[in-house]
């Protein structure tokens, strides 16, 4: 179904009134949005249920040596439109999505200058979403931004879950504090990492999730950042007022457009109900629709890894100890020794080849099987990698062969070091040899600072870097998965082959001295808007001394709780990130990993409260499979769902996997229990979730064979 109905045009001819107001209700009437043009001056204002979610908020651009797009402005035309229809991504948490508005579309003029801006709103029932459009003009053609000063004007001192606004990295755990508690805290939420570069003592990063005191939870991000620079939120924190802050570029401009263009969405998902934040497609309606014509090459996937052995540091790699720096034009690895712990080993990497086909994933990834890793980063080293020659003990070819033997894709590692003109100027052969080697993914990344040297990872240069490297991709029928890039916008919709990011604090950092264990019920919140993310979950093993015992992390989850990750962090592409010794370990419990499902056709958000908990039940895409999952925040709690979700009048068979009584993250986080039940879609559940636990169930329907025996729940 699609309907696109534009309403007569109301035109305007430069009508010099003081104050001018137009207002416009979502499809269903709850949420309303204000425009009003002040004096010359553009605000708009949002309410939901007739609470106020934005309050008067001003709209608008600083141009660098030009006069600002902030005021002088008249009316000049207004447009209504509506639009509903229904798209099929390529992949999703549903296999249908909805994309119903009410749009209004303000032309403005300012007379002084004769340029031309339109602010263009989208109202969802779910929230709204708005940009600026330059049209194509004679006196704005080229033009360079200073700031955009967009504001979301908040009605209190609300709970916000944030992370410190940076220009370089996301991989911050969660701060849990009210708006006027952020510069106080801001210090000790900036905590170590290779790069970074914060900005303000109330400057934060989008998505920004936050709770108001009469019940609203409120979600500022963007969608859509395609050639613009990357938004974060400034607070004044006197008037609780948030304005965007842009990333600048190596000399402090905030981006280089043209008309016509536009920027990105500014996007402010809303509901009294937290499970709704969840079920929003603000962001995926907002960007365009695919442009990939035959997507049946990209598929989702679920995989393994030499991984995690190099992230505890039981393995290293690189390959030699010999060199504290090394040439890639001279160097020749034949004379080095090797260190004995390098882990993507031909036989190394044959193992996890055995133990992945066993098991039926999909995929294997390795890292460390290229040159070049002896120096790879906090050198500004500009030829660091060619992404063409392995190590020489990794045998690509016998692995290519033996992995193609079992069933198992390999997937493509191409570390950049950050060295964002190297990986450009070898990016097409790496793209082929993937293809002359059978490789159809890859994982990407760029840790530390990106060189050319006072580039940052969110300026509008490396977002293009990061666009490039998915549409060439895309040329070379090549999935990505990109870890350090921009947090994502959404613009999955538009190119698929972006199946995953990072850009957030993953499971590594569980190795890197842990994350606080209630981040999972955080992240669907935040990080989860723009779109997947590898966030590697499945450790089963949270000593890490055992790995390595110079490593004292710990990973602050119960192994029910890593189990249930698989269902709330949604992501096409999920790894069993542990050793195939520790799943050997508790074989019982991995089969749950083994069965889940990594698309699915539809999700219902049974329970949901950012940082406490979150419990989601799927359907496997053209499967009659569900899975559940519940995460639970730091204190226990009883969970309680029903089954409804199942179709009628059925008997399914649910194994549910949970914490033990006495399990908990930090002192028993191995202590779990699988039970099996007859369920039906009457049946209810509540169940117990340890501390940075949870639980995790599979349903199928019942074959009658193997129902005997089994208590109905
Ligand atoms: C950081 C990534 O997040 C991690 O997954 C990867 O192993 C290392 N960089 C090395 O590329
Ligand atoms: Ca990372």
Known sequence: MRLRLTLPFLF??????????????????????????????????????????ILPSKLGLELKNKPSLLDGFEIFELKHNNFDEIWAPVWGEESQIRNHYHEMEIHLEQPSTSRNLIIRFR??????????????????????LKEERTQF????????????????????????????????????????????????????????????????????????LINYSTMHLNLDDKNMIFESWLTPDAIGDKGYLQ????????????????????????????????????????KPMKYMGVWWEMITGKSTWHYTDDYAAIDLNSIDYSNARPNGK??????????????????????LLVEGWNVGWEDWFGNFKDYVFDFVTPYPDFDLVEIRQYAKSKGVEMIMHHETSASVRNYE????LAYQFMKDNGYNSLKSGYVGYILPIGENHYSQWIVNHY?????????YQIMVNAHEAVRPTGVGRTWPNLIANESARGTEYQAFGGSKPNHVTILPFTRLIGGPMDYTPGIFEMDISKLNPENNS???????NQLALYVTMYSPLQMAADLPEHYEKFIDAFQFIKDVAVDWDKSWYLEAEPGKYLTIARKAKGKKEWYVGNVNGNESRLSNITFDFLEPNKSYIATIYTDAKEAHYRNNPQAYTIKRFLVSNKSKLSQFSAPGGGYAISITEADKSATKGLRKL
Not at 277 to 298: G, H, Q, V
Not at 348 to 361: Q, T
């Open 12 to 53: 305007f001819l430069f009508i010099p009134v003081l104050v001018w107001s137009q207002t416009m209700k979502s499809p269903n009437g709850l949420l309303e949005l204000g425009f009003e043009l002040n004096q010359g001056v553009p605000t708009y204002t949002l309410t939901y249920k007739g609470k106020p979610v």
């Open 123 to 144: 109202l969802f029932d779910d929230g709204l979403g708005f940009r600026y459009e330059f049209p194509a003009q004679s006196n704005l053609a080229h033009f360079v």
């Open 153 to 224: 004007a908040m009605a209190g001192d609300h709970l916000a879950f944030w992370i410190a606004g940076d220009y370089d990295t996301q991989e911050y755990d969660y701060t849990e504090s009210r708006l006027s508690e952020i510069r106080g805290l801001m210090e000790s939420a900036i905590t170590g990492n290779i790069s970074q570069t914060s900005f303000s003592p109330t400057g934060v990063q989008t998505a920004l999730m936050m709770k108001t005191d009469d019940g609203l939870y409120i979600n500022l991000h963007e969608a859509a």
């Open 259 to 298: 008309a016509p263009g536009q920027s990105p969405w500014r996007t402010v998902i809303v509901s009294d109900d937290a499970r709704e934040i969840l079920a929003s497609r603000i962001t995926y309606n907002l960007n365009e629709p695919s442009k990939i014509k035959d997507s049946s090459w990209i």
């Open 342 to 363: 390098h882990g993507a080993t031909t036989a190394n990497v044959k193992r996890y080849i055995d133990f992945a086909a066993e098991h039926g994933f999909d995929g």
């Open 425 to 428: 100027r070898h990016l097409d």
């Open 467 to 475: 666009q490039y490297a998915i549409e060439k991709a895309a040329d």
């Open 554 to 560: 710990w990973v602050n989850s119960t192994l029910a």
